[in-house]
């Protein structure tokens, strides 16, 4: 075997057991993470520790306060993490797995995840330089960095190859040796300091499988170069996404007169605030254990975002209130940018607190009769291009559930709401990916059950296969439901986007209009159901004042939209058959339960409580 590296390791007595691994290779694949770890913090652990105690000094000067006493528990949550990152239980490694199992799942072969994660540069990058230094100048800039990208070449950083090939999986980079960049000492310090604070050649790929490393994988195994392979368009747009807004933020505070330095440090800040932090241990402390990450596989952009759109408008707020009014401006530009690029991509109903909107305006429009969904109000009134973007219309293909601000942490959906209830719909939407997994297994095995075997195994599969036999079930037999009817019919155009991952805008489109339909049908039938159940309770007991205020509660949704949509009448005639419907049932409860009667007597007498 191989002693530990660590100094209390050297210094503690072996027990005195035959257990040697004759396995160096294996031993040294168990143990090599905390070797790393352990060389990284002789080299850091000074400056860290410095770092430190000069921010527990400042803490420790101000006055104690709620804000305080969180910034120092964070603090010391984020030094105890940095001193001891490896997986401590199994737990942890439990954890490590849920994450990788998470990328594995939905972004490993899809390249409409990485198409999708492309839309970060021109809708926040771009935003943010074009708000600060003007949008023609940060075209210019951006341009000029993807053609410095394009020349570059391969990457260092692995050693990988596709299994079975001799193709390399080194990442593509505007910095790479065997480019045609001749980059001059300036650009090579910017890489170098990008590089060292982690804001480029970093990826969630690597961070999950970092986590996974540490949890005794083998990261030289066949599985980890297959995962390599398959995330390495994934991680290489993010990689783009980074290295051009790295380029484009350097260059263009360089042109604006700022000094090497300055520059370096607009760069990398530009980056982060456009692309969010791309190692865990920069971001949310949430995310930085071993279950954040598993959880937050997906949520660390989205809470990034939220920061960044929170960050802009209180800018804009202060500039307001007189404070600032030079920041203020360039935020209004800022947000200007990333409505503007939103609504391209995803249209209205993606854009930057639309559901805060849509909220605001149910409390405020609606009623128990004729509740208010903004998005369904838009799409009655206006074309799906408004709604859900240009851009997707253009090329047949549903952006907006893909890009956008609406659904960051929070995607509703009332039937599945309705099914599941707020507690369990709640945990599932927080839960992150592998709660996903795990509902499309399950979903996957009732279709089964149910006869739908085709569509139960494509809900059990991984999103690129899942993508894959869902288009070629669009090629075979047009879109059609689990009963077999008509949905939309296909071109071989939407079969193809469809293998890529994209759903086809008139499918997405009729799903959601259909959803409007049966979402008013659904409320509506609630509505009446409860308000039949409301007189009944107060008919039987002789309460005629609540019978009264029922009675007023009927006429009113009598009269309202929802009813005349869905030809409710509730006249007094059906009053009375639903009065007497349910009294008859009431008598023929068994147990608190209503039983029919062909099946009534033979359930009880098979499974029922014998009387004593």
């Known amino acids: 075997g191989i002693r530990d590296v660590a100094v209390t390791g050297v210094q503690t007595c072996a027990l005195p057991i035959l257990g040697f691994n004759k396995d160096m290779l294996g031993v040294f694949n168990q143990i090599h993470p905390r070797m790393a770890m352990n060389l990284a913090q002789f080299k850091s652990i000074k400056e860290i520790d410095s770092a430190y105690k000069e921010a527990r000094t400042l803490i420790t000067a101000e006055p104690e306060n709620d804000m305080i006493t969180s910034i120092a528990s964070s603090l010391d949550s984020r030094m105890k993490s940095l001193k001891n990152p490896t997986l401590t239980n199994m737990a942890d490694r439990l954890a490590a797995e849920a994450g990788s199992a998470s990328y594995t799942w939905f972004i490993l072969g899809n390249v409409s995840s990485a198409i999708v994660n ?235 607190l639309f559901g805060a909107l849509n909220m605001i305006l149910s409390i405020a429009l609606g009623d128990d009769d004729d509740p208010y969904d903004l998005e369904e109000s838009m799409m009655t009134n206006f074309n799906d291009a408004i709604v859900h973007g240009p851009l997707g219309k253009l090329l047949g293909v549903d952006f907006s559930g893909r890009t956008g601000y609406a659904d960051l942490i929070y995607r509703p959906d009332s039937k599945m709401l309705s099914d599941m209830g707020p507690v369990a719909y709640m945990f599932m939407q927080l839960g992150g990916a592998p709660i996903g997994i795990a509902k499309g297994i399950e979903d996957g095995y009732k279709d089964i059950q149910e006869g739908n075997s085709w569509r139960g195994i494509e809900r059990m599969m991984p999103s690129t296969i899942r993508n894959m036999l869902k288009g070629i079930r669009y090629a075979s037999e ?65 309460d005629w004042e609540e019978i009264a205020e029922v009675l007023g ?25 639903s009065y007497k419907l349910r009294a008859r049932r009431e008598q023929e409860v068994v147990n608190g339960i209503y039983l029919h009667k062909r099946a009534k007597n033979n359930l009880i007498s098979e499974y029922g409580k014998e009387e004593e």
């Open 118 to 352: 492309l839309t970060q540069l021109p809708m926040v990058a771009y935003s943010l330089l074009g708000g600060k230094y003007g949008f023609s100048n940060a075209l210019s800039a951006l341009n000029f960095a993807s053609k410095l990208y394009f020349n570059g070449g391969k990457d260092n950083n692995t050693s990988f190859k596709i299994p079975g090939t001799n193709i390399s999986l080194t990442d593509y980079s505007a910095y790479g040796a065997n480019g045609k960049n001749k980059l001059s000492k300036e650009y090579q310090e910017l890489f170098d300091r990008a590089i060292t604070r982690g804001a480029v050649r970093r990826s969630i790929g690597q961070d999950i499988m970092e986590a996974r490393t540490r949890a005794g994988a083998d990261p030289t195994s066949r599985m980890a170069q297959a995962m390599y392979a398959g995330g390495w368009l994934f991680q290489n747009v993010e990689r783009f996404n980074r290295e051009v807004t790295l380029l484009a933020a350097y260059k263009i505070a360089k042109d604006k007169g700022l000094d090497n330095e300055a520059a370096i440090k607009e760069a990398i800040t530009m980056t982060e605030d456009a692309h969010g932090v791309a190692m865990s241990e920069l971001g949310p402390a949430l995310f930085q254990n071993n279950w954040g990450r598993a959880l937050g596989v997906f949520k660390r952009f989205a809470l990034s975002q939220i920061y960044l759109i929170g960050k802009l408008m209180r800018q804009v707020y202060k500039g307001a209130k007189g404070e600032d009014t030079q920041v203020a401006k360039t935020a209004a530009k800022q947000l200007a940018g990333i409505y503007g690029m939103s609504f391209a991509f995803a249209g209205a109903s993606g854009v930057p």
């Open 553 to 577: 509660e009927i006429d009113k949704f009598r009269r309202s939209r929802t009813a005349e949509l869905t030809g409710i009448k509730m006249s007094p005639a059906d009053m009375a058959r």
């Open 478 to 542: 047009n879109a059609l439901t689990k009963e077999g009817y008509k949905l939309a019919d296909t071109s071989l155009w939407d079969s193809a986007m469809q293998i890529l991952g994209f759903t086809p805008a008139e499918i997405s489109e009729t799903y959601a209009r259909n959803n409007i339909m049966k979402n008013v049908e659904r409320r509506a039938d609630a509505r009446k159901s409860r308000l039949y159940r409301d007189y009944y309770i107060a008919r039987k007991n002789g």
